[in-house]
């Protein structure tokens, strides 16, 4: 699977709408075996996308507390790594 699919629970601080987001379209685009959005496929991967992010915000927020992961998921990593390549 692909690095957006991660870890989100635990996270300090606790995982954006982004981060949940990039989750859900990666999850859509593998089961659904997406790989291009087209007018045809839009409207159903939007919905999906929507629908699964919700319920992952949803399940995030009952989970019981967890012990903060160690090291950071990939979409953190390459927001850190872009920053400080543009910073050099």
């Known amino acids: 699977m692909s690095g957006n699919i991660t870890l989100l629970r635990g ?3 606790a995982a954006t709408e982004q981060e949940i987001y990039a989750a859900a379209q990666e999850y859509v ?7 291009g959005l087209t007018s045809t496929t839009k409207p159903a991967v939007d919905k999906a996308v929507a629908a699964i992010a919700a319920a992952t915000t949803q ?3 009952e989970l019981p507390d967890r012990r903060a992961s160690e090291g950071e998921p990939p979409t953190r990593r390459r ?5 400080t390549e543009e910073a050099s």
């Open 11 to 13: 996270l300090t601080p």
């Open 29 to 35: 685009r593998k089961v659904g075996g997406v790989s």
């Open 59 to 61: 399940l995030l927020a």
């Open 79 to 83: 927001s850190r790594e872009t920053v």
